[in-house]
């Protein structure tokens, strides 16, 4: 008697002291997202914004890509287009994603296409192995990109490069993504994780409110006007400050 299989789950959460590690988990597929990666991946991400502990986060696949984006064979597989609905506003995972208060770095590896490009778009940082490639293929697919990527596209690359990689849906190496501003830095494959981790535990190593004002600051005024976003930035800092140190006597 041979004994069952269980499948692995979708998503992986660990952590490495205060760092979170979510990790995409359908590499025979390139982490193509289905409902099951939906759901898992909004559970990690509800559990490390929760989590005291926890101060970054790292956004990672397993296998040779980041994500292919939405599974096309679950396209349609739903009850109803109201239950389909219903069920996104429950698990928003993509505003769940955009609204952690405490930094987010995707460490993309292989394809990052479609929803798995906008997931990138989403983190606050972008770190990218040389063999990374990005693209938005949807407008191809008779789709609109639906993981925030026309809004996030457009705050980060400006009006003209938004169209022309949403509309043609063309494929940016990892320096092109570094050239527009995607991506931070560039690594050999092998080295891309442990330096995506020793980045986060960088990051975690600093004060989570102050960093959390400060992406605050940064994401609500891109909504404002200068005069406005400088009086948040301004509020903020008052906050912020550090303690006055006594001047010896």
């Known amino acids: 008697m041979t004994a069952s299989r269980t499948r692995a789950p979708a ?101 990052a296409v479609g929803g798995g490009f906008e997931m990138a778009l989403l983190c606050d940082l972008c770190v990218a192995a040389d063999d990374a490639r990005f693209a938005l293929p949807e407008t191809g697919l008779g789709m609109i990109p639906g993981v925030a990527g026309t809004q996030t596209a457009a705050r980060l690359f400006g009006f003209g490069r938004a169209l022309d990689l949403v509309l ?28 995506v981790l020793a980045l986060a535990h960088e990051l975690a190593g600093r004060a989570p409110t102050l960093l959390s004002a400060t992406k605050r600051a940064v994401v609500e005024g891109l909504d404002r006007s200068l005069a406005a976003g400088l009086a948040l930035e301004a509020r903020l800092a008052r906050r912020h400050r550090p303690a006055p140190v006594d001047s010896p006597r």
């Open 11 to 111: 998503v992986l959460y660990a952590k490495d002291g205060p760092v979170a590690i979510v990790s995409l988990n359908r590499p025979k597929v390139l982490n193509a997202y289905n409902v099951e990666m939906r759901d898992a991946l909004f559970g990690a991400l509800t559990a490390a914004r929760d989590d005291t502990e926890v101060r970054a986060l790292v956004l990672r696949g397993n296998g040779p890509a980041f994500s292919t984006g939405g599974d096309l064979h679950e396209f349609g597989s739903a009850p109803s287009a109201v239950v389909a609905r219903a069920a996104r506003w429950q698990r928003d995972v993509w505003g769940t994603l955009k609204a952690l208060p405490k930094p987010t770095i995707a460490a993309v590896h292989g394809y």
């Open 168 to 195: 043609t849906g063309r494929t940016l190496t990892a320096r092109e993504a570094l050239q527009l501003g995607l991506v931070s830095r560039i690594l050999p494959r092998r080295r891309l994780r442990p330096e």
